[in-house]
């Protein structure tokens, strides 16, 4: 145990009742950032942080080398095409971020670029650690280069609170322009002719609400929509044709989409279709005609096709399927790319449209729609030979191309881009990311479990190992469960340090996620939530049981956090360890308060416990926070960001004020990062140093 002497977070009772339900909230006054005594108490729990976690200096430092000797430092990307020119990024040895370049085009096999090397006629056309210079944090909103290739909107965040500065740079001889708009969100989108650039602001619930039209050299920017309801969101993008500019309005389950032609930025949007409760939608222009992804009567999404002068009527082309889940489609000049996920994979198919001259040169609706079935006839899947793997269209940029640019990965093999000739039907490998210090993968093996649920349900897991490690092993189980956000298995170089050290890393594929489809999505949800948290439970004694797991490490990140408290609380005695980052622990507080990031927003995920007294009961069955105990609980480490803007930092400081006051076992830790954001420090060093510091936590609690 111990001998040092954890902070006590004062209790100031702050009654609150809803729905004849009225409850004492002791630590509520840690909400307050400006409060002194919360800086103070934020900054006690990282000291007596680094005291507890003293004796893993050694160790976090090993991780840390071995991180970084397996990472190629001077790097860079497979170059993509866009216009005339080649776009590509750079790491060097020492610098924190990345620097984005570009070289004249010729053909479509992108050039051979050696790592350290600079080509002929190469152009910097950001570099993100001259912006960054020495501050604490630095992040990129959004980096968009016009139609034309001549100038370069981007926005910078210095704080890591997600507000961006947007500027302007003109490519074609390094000027950054005065034109200069603050307090903006991510994303943007240009006009065809380079004029004008449209972005988004967010309110003060920091829902991207407002669309405006910044004119290059003007300062009277224009407000071109505004979401009222505070259920939506708003962006804007530009199609890959750069004909049509799209002005999406989505809640977490309906969606509305206006269009303008891209050559008229002064023009109306037009409504594609009136939004209808339920019913998601998105829209691709495909040259000729409109391709809309939609779930009206299709839980699992069906592709249709709409004509220009109406995009509202939408005929059919890829009906339903209950065991096929259309994540997304891109259409290209001659060919359409279908993205999907079944079985619990993911998957490509490829629409090609017909060569000949009769079927190139036609131009009227008949034309265009006989084209496009008879893609769907002679439509393909692209096969891939691992067991667990994930695929999917990796930018394409170019709307006339006889190449698809996918990325590939899986629990064994690094990150891997190919092109995929549409001719030849040939994948050629471009890149795989290099693991330096003699990886192999043939020294690992991956494979997928199938935990029983309390209701009988399957739940799908999938684990890599060492070949040679014994089992059972110590393992980390990973979870997130929310928002129909899919855990695929993929490569992490940081996850070696653990599968060299003998242990199990599997990934619980929980209801509330989207691994099999929209109704497992649907299954862990509002009132279906407490499925999320009993998969959960019902995968690590799954790993115990069939002989696999020894001691079980949990880890999750923001929803995936408030997974973390939710199953230790229903299961302390299974778990080894915790480590929630950015934890969503205080749920029921945050879902009740509108006025907070994100809230009003949530309630088609979570429920309205504000005005249904259900919905209330149901979350404060399960809220982490309000569920602690004083059973034992395992050691938990808990880890956030002041200037998180979307999970607030008060929500782990409170959880673990109140672990440590109410329940027995722990350690409970509470490490704050004073000067960043929902996604951590902002360095790629910074970024290693932090896995590390979890990482050696996590094999001490896995080992001991």
Same mark, same amino acid.
Request: proline content about 6%; some cysteine; overall charge negative.
């Given at each position: 145990?111990?001998?040092?002497?954890?902070?006590?977070?004062?209790?100031?009772?702050?009654?609150?009742?809803?729905?004849?339900?009225?409850?004492?909230?002791?630590?509520?006054?840690?909400?307050?950032?400006?409060?002194?005594?919360?800086?103070?108490?934020?900054?006690?729990?990282?000291?007596?942080?680094?005291?507890?976690?003293?004796? *893993?200096?050694?160790?976090?430092?090993?991780?840390?080398?071995?991180?970084?000797?397996?990472?190629?430092?001077?790097?860079?990307?497979?170059?993509?095409?866009?216009?005339?020119?080649?776009?590509?990024?750079?790491?060097?040895?020492?610098?924190?971020?990345?620097?984005?370049?570009?070289?004249?085009?010729?053909?479509?096999?992108?050039?051979?670029?050696? !790592?350290?090397?600079?080509?002929?006629?190469?152009?910097?056309?950001?570099?993100?650690?001259? *912006?960054?210079?020495?501050?604490?944090?630095?992040?990129?909103?959004?980096?968009?280069?016009?139609?034309?290739?001549?100038?370069?909107?981007?926005?910078?965040?210095?704080?890591?609170?997600?507000?961006?500065?947007?500027?302007?740079?003109? +490519?074609?001889?390094?000027?950054?322009?005065?034109?200069?708009?603050?307090?903006?969100?991510?994303?943007?989108?240009?006009?065809?002719?380079?004029?004008?650039?449209?972005?988004? %602001?967010?309110?003060?619930?920091?829902?991207?609400?407002?669309?405006?039209?910044?004119? +290059?050299?003007?300062?009277?920017?224009?407000?071109?929509?505004?979401?009222?309801?505070?259920?939506?969101?708003?962006?804007?993008?530009?199609? &890959?044709?750069?004909?049509?500019?799209?002005?999406?309005?989505?809640?977490?389950?309906?969606?509305?989409?206006?269009?303008?032609?891209?050559?008229?930025?002064?023009?109306?949007?037009?409504?594609?279709?009136?939004?209808?409760?339920?019913?998601?939608?998105?829209?691709?222009?495909?040259?000729?005609?409109?391709?809309?992804?939609?779930?009206?009567?299709?839980?699992?999404?069906?592709?249709?096709?709409? !004509?220009?002068?109406?995009?509202?009527?939408?005929?059919?082309?890829?009906?339903?399927?209950?065991?096929?889940?259309?994540?997304?489609?891109?259409?290209?000049?001659?060919?359409?790319?279908?993205?999907?996920?079944?079985?619990?994979?993911? @998957?490509? %198919?490829?629409?090609?449209?017909?060569?000949?001259?009769?079927?190139?040169?036609?131009?009227?609706?008949?034309?265009?729609?006989? &084209?496009?079935?008879?893609?769907?006839?002679?439509?393909?899947?692209?096969?891939?030979?691992?067991?667990?793997?994930?695929?999917?269209?990796?930018?394409?940029?170019?709307?006339?191309?006889?190449?698809?640019?996918?990325?590939?990965?899986?629990?064994?093999?690094?990150?891997?881009?190919?092109?995929?000739?549409?001719?030849?039907?040939? *994948?050629?490998?471009?890149?795989?990311?290099?693991?330096?210090?003699?990886?192999?993968?043939?020294?690992?093996?991956?494979?997928?479990?199938?935990?029983?649920?309390?209701?009988?349900?399957?739940?799908?897991?999938?684990?890599?190992?060492?070949?040679?490690?014994?089992?059972?092993?110590?393992?980390?189980?990973?979870?997130?469960? /929310?928002?129909?956000?899919?855990?695929?298995?993929?490569?992490?170089?940081?996850?070696?340090? +653990?599968?060299? &050290?003998?242990?199990?890393?599997?990934?619980?594929?929980?209801?509330?996620?989207?691994?099999?489809?929209?109704?497992?999505?649907?299954?862990?949800?509002?009132?279906?939530?407490?499925?999320?948290?009993?998969?959960?439970?019902?995968?690590?004694?799954?790993?115990?049981?069939?002989?696999?797991?020894?001691?079980?490490?949990?880890?999750?990140?923001?929803?995936?956090?408030?997974?973390?408290?939710?199953?230790?609380?229903?299961?302390?005695?299974?778990?080894?360890?915790?480590?929630?980052?950015?934890?969503?622990?205080?749920?029921?507080?945050?879902?009740?308060?509108?006025?907070?990031? +994100?809230?009003?927003?949530?309630?088609?995920?979570?429920?309205?416990?504000?005005?249904?007294?259900?919905?209330?009961?149901?979350?404060? /069955?399960? /809220?982490?926070?309000?569920?602690?105990?004083?059973?034992?609980?395992?050691?938990?480490?808990?880890?956030?960001?002041?200037?998180?803007?979307?999970?607030?930092?008060?929500?782990?400081?409170?959880?673990?004020?109140?672990?440590?006051?109410?329940?027995?076992?722990?350690?409970?830790?509470?490490?704050?990062?004073?000067?960043? @954001?929902?996604?951590?420090?902002?360095?790629?060093?910074?970024?290693?140093?932090?896995?590390?510091?979890?990482?050696?936590?996590?094999?001490?609690?896995?080992? /001991?």
């Amino acid at each position: 145990m111990s001998s040092n002497t954890p902070p006590v977070a004062k209790k100031i009772p702050t009654e609150r009742t809803h729905h004849g339900d009225t409850v004492i909230d002791e630590y509520a006054w840690l909400s307050n950032k400006d409060d002194p005594d919360t800086t103070a108490y934020l900054e006690a729990e990282n000291e007596f942080l680094k005291q507890e976690t003293a004796h *893993l200096s050694d160790l976090q430092e090993q991780v840390f080398q071995e991180i970084k000797s397996r990472t190629q430092e001077t790097d860079l990307s497979v170059p993509s095409r866009k216009g005339a020119w080649w776009y590509f990024t750079r790491t060097e040895e020492g610098k924190q971020y990345a620097i984005s370049c570009r070289v004249p085009a010729d053909g479509e096999t992108p050039p051979q670029i050696t !790592p350290g090397e600079r080509l002929d006629q190469e152009q910097v056309i950001l570099d993100g650690n001259e *912006l960054a210079g020495d501050s604490e944090f630095f992040s990129i909103g959004t980096s968009s280069v016009s139609p034309d290739g001549k100038m370069l909107a981007f926005s910078t965040d210095y704080k890591g609170d997600e507000r961006f500065t947007l500027r302007f740079k003109n +490519l074609e001889t390094g000027e950054i322009l005065p034109d200069e708009i603050t307090d903006i969100f991510y994303g943007g989108a240009w006009a065809a002719d380079a004029s004008a650039f449209f972005y988004t %602001r967010v309110d003060d619930a920091w829902r991207p609400y407002q669309v405006y039209r910044h004119t +290059l050299g003007t300062q009277d920017d224009v407000l071109v929509y505004q979401e009222d309801d505070e259920r939506f969101w708003v962006g804007i993008g530009l199609t &890959r044709s750069e004909k049509y500019l799209v002005l999406g309005a989505g809640s977490k389950i309906t969606s509305e989409v206006r269009i303008l032609d891209a050559s008229d930025p002064g023009g109306e949007f037009t409504v594609v279709r009136p939004r209808q409760t339920g019913v998601e939608y998105g829209v691709e222009h495909a040259g000729d005609f409109f391709y809309i992804l939609h779930n009206e009567n299709a839980e699992n999404f069906e592709l249709a096709t709409a !004509p220009l002068d109406d995009p509202g009527v939408w005929t059919p082309l890829i009906p339903h399927r209950s065991d096929t889940r259309l994540l997304e489609i891109d259409a290209f000049s001659d060919h359409a790319v279908v993205h999907f996920r079944r079985e619990g994979l993911t @998957g490509l %198919r490829i629409l090609p449209y017909p060569t000949d001259d009769a079927a190139d040169n036609a131009a009227d609706d008949a034309s265009w729609r006989e &084209r496009v079935e008879a893609a769907v006839r002679n439509a393909y899947e692209i096969d891939f030979p691992e067991p667990l793997y994930d695929v999917g269209p990796a930018g394409n940029p170019q709307f006339t191309t006889r190449r698809l640019r996918l990325a590939y990965t899986s629990m064994v093999t690094p990150p891997s881009v190919y092109d995929y000739d549409l001719d030849s039907h040939e *994948l050629i490998l471009l890149k795989q990311r290099p693991v330096l210090g003699g990886y192999d993968p043939a020294d690992y093996e991956q494979a997928r479990e199938w935990a029983t649920a309390e209701d009988g349900t399957k739940i799908p897991i999938s684990l890599v190992k060492r070949k040679d490690a014994a089992t059972p092993a110590p393992t980390v189980l990973y979870g997130y469960g /929310s928002y129909e956000t899919s855990i695929d298995p993929s490569f992490s170089v940081p996850r070696l340090s +653990l599968l060299d &050290r003998g242990f199990i890393f599997a990934i619980a594929h929980v209801r509330g996620g989207g691994e099999m489809g929209r109704s497992w999505y649907e299954q862990g949800k509002l009132t279906r939530k407490r499925n999320t948290f009993t998969d959960f439970v019902a995968v690590a004694r799954h790993m115990k049981a069939a002989g696999l797991s020894s001691k079980i490490v949990a880890r999750g990140g923001s929803a995936g956090g408030l997974l973390m408290g939710a199953a230790t609380n229903l299961a302390p005695e299974e778990f080894a360890g915790v480590v929630a980052e950015v934890p969503f622990v205080d749920a029921l507080n945050t879902i009740l308060d509108p006025s907070l990031p +994100l809230t009003v927003i949530e309630w088609d995920e979570w429920g309205d416990p504000l005005h249904d007294p259900e919905v209330y009961r149901y979350m404060k /069955s399960y /809220s982490p926070y309000e569920n602690v105990d004083g059973r034992p609980y395992p050691p938990i480490l808990a880890i956030t960001s002041l200037n998180d803007t979307r999970v607030l930092y008060h929500e782990p400081a409170k959880w673990i004020a109140k672990l440590r006051a109410t329940a027995k076992g722990g350690p409970f830790l509470l490490k704050t990062e004073m000067g960043a @954001g929902h996604g951590g420090r902002s360095g790629r060093y910074d970024a290693w140093r932090e896995e590390a510091f979890a990482l050696s936590w996590i094999i001490e609690k896995g080992t /001991s």
